[in-house]
């Protein structure tokens, strides 16, 4: 009789990619749409007029940046994952 194997761990790759992607994409578009937003938000006015000043001026900010950021959150990612850095993806130790 052979001897049982332990069955593969459940790995959910896809799951955590797009988990790491989604991620490095928000924290991309933070540093690329945040110096407008600290100059909308040191402009004195009352606190719903300014809200609605860095509500306006996040859209049209982040609008022109979506595919740099996109592309960056890719390579990024794909990078992340070749190199063995992400937890999940790294190779099991034996």
């Not at 040191?42 to 979506?66: G, N, Y």
């Not at 890719?74 to 850095?85: F, I, N, P, S």
């Amino acid at each position: 009789m052979e001897p049982r194997r332990r069955p593969e761990p459940f790995r959910p790759v896809a799951t955590l990619g797009l988990v790491y992607f989604a991620a490095i994409f928000i924290v991309i578009m933070l540093v690329l749409i945040s110096p407008t937003l600290w100059e909308v938000a040191r402009v004195a006015a009352p606190a719903e007029e300014k809200r609605r000043l860095i509500e306006i001026a996040a859209r049209d900010a982040a609008r022109p940046k979506l595919p740099i950021a996109f592309i960056a959150a890719l390579g990024a990612t794909a990078l992340a994952l070749r190199a063995g850095v992400l937890p999940g993806f790294r190779p099991p130790r034996r």
